[in-house]
């Protein structure tokens, strides 16, 4: 007993260590590499304990956390050492530093705006992001898509592999919006494609089309 509260206290102490230093962008991508580390570990028990099963399953999920890590990383740009010792020995007091501040001019855009150029365009493509899990507006949305479609035009979803918390989560809430699985689109799949559209409407995915999130 005393060696699994040991166990369980270093394991903790090695997790908090390991995911201090990680900032809240590449958060997701240490949940895949956790979830890699916890197959791993049923990998391991299953040799110890000579059960063929546990093995199989255990490499399954290392495997599959460590495919998954991969694909997030490329996406983002990243390499899994700079996310995992990115933030490692970096000083965390706030800069003293002139603001740093970009080009350009800012558009509102009003409700009736929006409406109007929807309405108008023919090729329109929703970019939706964690925002509109939090907000859980993924019922408008598809509502407004279908609407859309109803009058002849065409609307795609088109979703980073980063969007959200996990891999994954907004296709999981546009099918539960009863979004057609023929309307949604990966990144590499849509992207040649925004040169030929009317309307991207971007909804809570700054994390993902801002160069500057």
């Known amino acids: 007993l005393a060696t699994l509260g040991m166990a369980g206290i270093l394991s903790s102490v090695l997790g908090w260590?390991?995911?201090?230093?990680?900032?809240?962008?590449?958060?997701?991508?240490?949940?895949?590499?956790?979830?890699?580390?916890?197959?791993?570990?049923?990998?391991?028990?299953?040799?110890?304990?000579?059960?063929?099963l546990l093995a199989q399953v255990g490499a399954l999920i290392g495997f599959s956390g460590a495919i998954l890590t991969w694909i997030m990383c490329e996406a983002m740009g990243r390499d899994i050492v700079s996310v995992i010792l990115g933030g490692a020995g970096t000083d965390n007091t706030p800069s003293t530093g002139e603001t740093v501040e970009f080009d350009g001019e800012i558009t509102t855009a009003t409700i009736d705006a929006v409406a109007?150029?929807?309405?108008?365009?023919?090729?329109?493509?929703?970019t939706p992001g964690y925002g509109l899990a939090?907000?859980?507006?993924?019922?408008?949305?598809?509502?407004?898509?279908?609407?859309?479609?109803?009058?002849?035009?065409?609307?795609?979803?088109?979703?980073?592999?980063?969007?959200?918390?996990?891999?994954?989560?907004?296709?999981v809430l546009l099918a539960e919006a009863g979004v057609p699985y023929d309307m949604v689109f990966e990144m590499e799949e849509i992207n040649d494609d925004f040169e030929d559209t009317d309307v991207t409407l971007v909804i809570g995915a700054s994390d993902t089309v801002s160069s500057a999130a």
């Open 116 to 126: 109007a150029a929807l309405l108008d365009a023919r090729n329109v493509i929703i």
């Open 134 to 171: 939090v907000a859980q507006g993924q019922f408008a949305v598809a509502d407004i898509a279908k609407k859309l479609k109803a009058k002849g035009k065409k609307v795609r979803f088109g979703i980073h592999p980063v969007a959200g918390r996990m891999p994954g989560q907004l296709n």
């Open 17 to 52: 260590h390991l995911t201090a230093s990680i900032g809240g962008p590449d958060m997701p991508v240490v949940i895949t590499v956790l979830n890699s580390y916890s197959g791993w570990a049923l990998c391991a028990e299953g040799f110890l304990l000579n059960n063929p």
